[in-house]
């Protein structure tokens, strides 16, 4: 019941910066953690960042720990990644999920987007 849309991808050169949003709508659920992930073309799908909906406590990994920033405005139903400093290998497809409970893990995600295309030039 729980419908996840991403917005914000596009084509931009390296050394810019770019905000993904994901839009939360449907059932009403709490104490969900909101996940970024990306991934390349013959890459597997990696975890990014998470945050918690209830406190905002987040997790990163440290590939792109201080580049990218999760936040969330739980008034407007929305998650987002902040991305600086964009290097050629972020280009993927970025997905946002959402899991009950802090996790990094891809199969913890119960909820999917469609994804949003983000290509870094060099």
């Known amino acids: 019941q729980v419908q996840l849309v991403e917005s914000g991808g596009g084509l931009v050169q390296a050394g810019t910066s770019l905000r993904l949003s994901c839009a939360v709508s449907?059932?009403?659920?709490?104490?969900?953690?909101m996940g970024w992930f990306r991934q390349a073309p013959g890459k597997e799908r990696e975890f990014l960042a998470a945050?918690?909906?209830?406190?905002?406590?987040?997790y990163y990994v440290d590939s792109i720990k201080g580049r990218f920033t999760i936040s969330r405005d739980n008034t407007k139903n929305t998650v987002y990644l902040q991305m600086n400093r964009l290097k050629p290998e972020d280009t993927a497809v970025y997905y946002c999920?959402?899991?009950?409970?802090?996790?990094?893990?891809?199969?913890?995600?119960?909820?999917w987007g469609q994804g949003t295309q983000v290509t870094v030039s060099a």
């Open positions: 945050i918690r909906r209830s406190d905002g406590v987040t």
């Open positions: 999920a959402a899991a009950s409970l802090m996790t990094m893990k891809m199969r913890d995600y119960d909820y």
């Open positions: 449907g059932r009403t659920f709490s104490n969900y953690v």
